[in-house]
């Protein structure tokens, strides 16, 4: 059965460097979205995208995020310049089309900034 | 706003236990989709079971069932005989189909503790 993976697993990083972390989404979906969770808290959206561009954000998606899908089957997040804050599990996801409302998730990548 | 609300923070049971999990949800669209997502400790998301705002029967698969009741905007989760392997983190999540990205929208989570 396809799935999403994410790659690293786990990515350890100081404060104030730049990170990316990589997902796979399902061949043929074409949504794609970010979330975010902080250690012990809920899961959070942060972006969704579709058609090569950003299409909903939330207000923690700021300046220092970005998401590109530079190949056709990779879909990146990039955080600029990590904070502390940044620290969390990021959950890649995608969707096959509008009628279909069910989102498959990756495994994560648990970033830690030291 | 809280779309989902958690209200369990977490539960404790001994293994056989039944344990049931609320989900409530805020939503003024007639028209959305509610999930629950499984998070044990190893961190992944795993899915449980998705339910559309038409369809109010109740399911079961297993020992898992589902109550989904509109009247109150609640769509529980039940554990029978629960065992050690259900400790985990359970989220319920909600995804509005006025919201044309789809976004989901999770609960704080309900962690629940199975002892031998």
Redesign the interface.
Known sequence: EPEVTQTPSHQVTQMGQEVILRCVPISNHLYFYWYRQILGQKVEFLVSFYNNEISEKSEIFDDQFSVERPDGSNFTLKIRSTKLEDSAMYFCASRYDRSSYEQYFGPGTRLTVT | AQKVTQAQTEISVVEKEDVTLDCVYETRDTTY?L?W?KQPPS???V?LI?R?SFDEQNEISGRYSWNFQKSTSSFNFTITASQVVDSAVY?C?L?E?A???????????TQVVVTP
Do not use: I
Not at chain 2, 99 to 109: E, L, P, T
């Open positions: 989709y999930f997502y961190g992944e998301l899915f998705r559309n989220f999540a995804s189909v919201d044309s990205w789809g976004k989901f929208q999770f609960g704080a989570g």
